[in-house]
């Protein structure tokens, strides 16, 4: 139990320390970063090589941006296996309803109740 | 006729009034905090948006700057402000008010020194009584537009410059005695060395710093050493090191007389970085501080040179490098009283 | 450095190394630290609800996926709202902006921005300025993805 935890924790911020250094080393915006992790996720997914990382650390794959491309990808690569094209093309988004529909609706009633404050 | 390409000097020197600052209320806890003849509470002044109060900021600057130089809305020539938001809202809906005619003009951060220039070129050509020059920035205004969200969490790069929330103004007139007054103006050309990253805005504007200096040594006969003061926008850190650096190639040494307005404002202020930027930095650095100093005739001659980084969000995305811009003008004590 | 020649590639490298020179770096080795241990935590934290999930919730794998995602999203999306999300991005760096959270962040952080724009051309619109590439790439990835997996298939037999 513990164990696990552990290994989220270390998978998960080794993710992000990833992150860190292309924002450090490159002059990458934060929206090119985010991109650059889900197409990672896709491609690492697709190759089979995310999965394994998936059933090793759990959230610690799952919860960054590249476990959203994990999750798009296996998604159409099912439906492609279920549908054929017509799968390859909606399985990615509908394996990754939830969470999209999620971030759209908290996100704009969070912009609409709240207002954008200057940080001292 | 004038022999050089940049400097004039005016043919009858032009005072300057009045002027006042109007700061927000993180530069009012810098270090010149207590110069700026006002400090907003809050950076909202009780408006609907941010832009709404970036207006008001300049409106209160131009009501105290009149006010000063004793002069009425009814008897200014020529409005000439600009500021740094798309089509320059924030001069165009302000000159809504002032009823005055209205030049607006677009030099990024370089527009305090613009404004004074050619308000100075104006009226010493014998055009029009008294000039009004205004400009202002908004840190929240400023950073939606070239930059990233309030509320998204990221990290600032260590070059990076904060946008000063403050508006400056300044009226200027032909009839003056003891007062401030611009004598010379060199007039800038845009120098681009290739910078593009839109963080490292004092990188991008020191080239063009110091070409206008270099030009401005070369043409008029100053030395440095007849100066107080020389004055730059808002270099910061990186980019007062770099003008340094440059002028240096050229061996032109300002020493202890280079001021930077970005740099000064933010002293010892945590989470800006490399200093203050916007056309509010200079602005309200020069109304609020040097001026009011000259007057009290702690200073005798300054050069003002303002620099601007002429970016926009769509040519950073085309990944053009970016442009810079230099302004300057010498101001001198006015007569002994 | 002559800058009547703006436009000579060799003057624009001198002057690019003379900027590199004299721009500070980050202190990327801290920033990493950091990254670290606040991504960990939000991994952490995803893990937990997964569990919940899965545990007295009673909810198969794929169904506990889609509810940590929906938990990590709604806090993201809050912490953004009430103002706290970017302090803790401008400590974390990446650490806070890869997690989903962070995707939910720069959501909401452009949308917020806008809401004086209006609901529907200002906050409908600016929601997806930032996520919406995320969305585009993603999608047309997983598409590609489905398309190998199909010629696999075939190939395959």
């Not at chain 1, 491609?43 to 798009?72: D, K, M, N, Q, R």
């Not at chain 2, 600009?82 to 809504?96: E, H, S, V």
């Not at chain 2, 270099?235 to 003008?243: I, N, P, Q, R």
């Amino acid at each position: 139990m513990l164990m696990d935890y552990l290994i989220t924790f270390g998978v998960g911020g080794l993710i992000c320390v990833v992150g860190q250094i292309l924002i450090d080393k490159t002059s990458m915006t934060p929206a090119r970063i985010l991109v650059v992790f889900v197409t990672a996720g896709v491609v690492l997914s697709t190759l089979g090589l995310y999965e394994p990382l998936v059933e090793f650390a759990g959230a610690g794959a799952t919860i960054p941006l590249t476990g959203f491309g994990h999750t798009l990808a296996q998604g159409a690569i099912e439906g492609a296996r279920e549908h054929g094209l017509l799968g390859a093309l909606f399985g990615g988004l509908n394996a990754a309803a939830a969470g999209i529909s999620a971030a759209v609706i908290f996100g704009y009633l969070n912009a609409v109740i709240f207002s954008a404050r200057t940080k001292p | 006729m004038q022999k050089t390409r940049h400097v004039y000097e005016l043919l009858r020197p032009v005072y300057i009034l009045g002027e006042a600052a109007v700061a927000g209320p993180k530069e009012g806890e810098g270090p010149l905090g207590s110069c700026f003849q006002m400090v907003t509470v809050d950076d909202m002044l009780q408006q609907k948006s941010y832009e709404k109060a970036e207006c008001i900021m300049m409106e209160r600057a131009i009501d105290l700057a009149l006010a000063e130089a004793v002069v009425s809305n009814e008897e200014v020539s020529f409005m000439l402000a600009g500021d740094l938001l798309n089509q320059i809202i924030t001069a165009n809906f302000t000159a809504r008010f002032t009823k005055i005619p209205f030049l607006g003009l677009y030099g990024a951060c370089s527009t305090m020194a613009e404004t004074l220039l050619l308000g100075s070129l104006l009226l010493s050509g014998g055009y029009g009584r008294y000039a009004l020059c205004a400009t202002s920035s908004h840190f929240s205004t400023a950073e939606r537009q070239y930059r990233q969200p309030l509320e998204m969490g990221i990290q600032r790069p260590p070059f990076s410059q904060w946008t000063v929330t403050a508006a400056g103004a300044a009226v200027l007139g032909v009839q003056g005695t003891h007062q401030p007054r611009v004598t010379h103006v060199c007039v800038g050309e845009v120098i681009d060395l290739g910078i593009t990253d839109p963080n490292n805005m004092g990188a991008a504007m020191a080239p063009a710093a110091a070409h206008t200096l270099l030009t401005f040594f070369t043409e008029s006969g100053f030395r440095p050493e007849d100066f107080d003061y020389i004055i730059t926008g808002d270099l910061g850190t990186v980019g007062s090191d770099l003008l340094r650096q440059l002028l240096q190639e050229h061996s032109l040494e300002l020493g202890q007389r280079h001021f930077d307005c970005g740099v000064e404002i933010f002293r010892g202020v945590e989470g800006t970085h490399a200093g203050g930027s916007g056309c509010g930095c200079s602005a309200s650095v020069l109304n609020g501080y040097f001026l009011p100093r000259m007057a009290r005739r702690e200073i005798h001659r300054l050069l003002f040179a303002a620099t601007g980084a002429l970016l926009s969000p769509t040519t950073t995305l085309q990944k053009e490098s970016i442009p810079g811009i230099c302004q300057a003008v010498v101001i001198e004590e006015g007569a002994a009283c | 450095m002559d800058f009547r020649q703006d436009t000579d590639k060799r003057n624009q490298a001198a002057y690019a190394a003379m900027v590199k020179q004299a721009s500070p770096n980050s202190p990327i080795l801290l920033n990493c630290l950091k990254a670290f241990l606040v991504g960990g935590i939000i991994c952490c934290i995803g893990q937990f609800i997964g569990q919940l999930a899965r545990g007295p919730l009673e909810m198969d794998a794929k169904l506990a996926g889609s509810f940590t995602s929906v938990v990590m999203v709604f806090i993201g999306a809050t912490l953004t709202g009430v103002g706290i999300y970017d302090r803790i991005g401008t400590w974390a760096g990446a650490g806070s902006a890869v997690p989903i959270t962070g995707f939910a962040n720069s959501m909401v952080s452009p949308a917020i921005e806008f809401n004086r724009e209006g609901l529907i051309l200002g906050t409908g619109a600016k929601i997806f300025t930032i996520a919406g590439p995320v969305i585009t790439c993603g999608v047309t990835a997983s598409l590609v993805a489905g398309i190998i997996e199909l010629i696999r298939m075939r190939l395959g037999g």
